[in-house]
């Protein structure tokens, strides 16, 4: 066996070199019984910094000490609902006797648009948990009060869900309404695309760059408390394709 510390970039080796074939295999599917092992030990799977790891640590100390979040008394009821939301089913897997489980098109889509969503990001990750858990910490060693931690709380919330309520071009949390019509495309009875505005914007009518098989149509956000009020913007009529264009004024 090469002993490849002795040696230095751009060094010389001397001897001769074997390459064998072979093949990656994909990750095992999850089963059920894997979900709350992944809850007790998420520092194991996800990308999370070694503070916040701690505070998961410390928390999840009673138990199996990993850095987990939720507790043993409260992963199973997560689970069970996460099943009965329609986020997460079971599939038949090689083993005809033990389920997989795989998420919906609704779990993945929510994902996905959490992701996209500015403050809501936070929103996905395991170190959300670590930060309250931070919190009640300094209640404990009396840092802060009660009150003031659900004023943090309460703050954070309520801007939360003004980031995802006013932001026009998040579908998931409100899709704009024209004028009180459906911001769901119309077509006429040759198939044309109709916009729900008088107004066009440039790009309307052209293929979709994301998914390209939808065709782009003129929206206008109506939502008096968002800051894009009045402007044009193009949305893909693909029923599932979420893209949301650039914002113009008309």
Not at 28 to 41: A, C, Q, S, T
Not at 57 to 65: E, I, L, P, T, V
Not at 89 to 100: D, F, L, M
Not at 228 to 239: S, T
Request: aromatic content about 6%; some cysteine.
């Amino acid at each position: 066996m090469l002993d490849v510390a002795q040696y230095e970039v751009g060094g010389t080796v001397n001897g001769r070199a074997f390459v064998r074939e072979g093949k990656t295999a994909a990750p095992r599917p999850f089963v059920e019984g894997d979900l709350i092992l992944i809850m007790d030990d998420i520092g194991r799977y996800a990308n999370i910094g070694k503070e916040d790891a701690a505070i998961l640590r410390d928390k999840n100390s009673a138990g199996s000490g990993k850095a987990g979040i939720g507790t043993a008394r409260t992963r199973g009821e997560v689970i069970k609902k996460l099943f009965d939301d329609a986020f997460l089913v079971k599939q038949a897997g090689k083993s005809k006797k033990v389920p997989i489980v795989v998420p919906t098109q609704k779990s993945i889509d929510l994902f996905d648009k959490l992701s996209q969503c500015g403050s809501a990001k936070v929103l996905i990750s395991p170190e959300m948990t670590a930060k309250w858990e931070m919190g009640l910490a300094k209640i404990e060693r009396g840092e802060i009060t009660v009150e003031q931690f659900m004023a943090a709380l309460y703050k954070f919330v309520a801007q939360l869900t003004k980031d995802m309520t006013a932001n026009p071009t998040n579908p998931y949390f409100g899709k704009p309404r024209i004028s009180g019509i459906s911001s769901k495309p119309r077509t006429s009875s040759g198939g044309e695309v109709i916009s729900n505005c008088d107004e066009r914007h440039p790009r309307h009518g052209k293929l979709c760059d994301k998914c390209k098989e939808g065709q782009l149509v003129t929206m206008k956000v109506v939502k008096k408390d968002s800051d894009a009020l009045g402007k044009l913007y193009v949305k893909c009529d693909h029923r599932k394709c979420d893209y949301f264009g650039e914002f113009i004024k008309p």
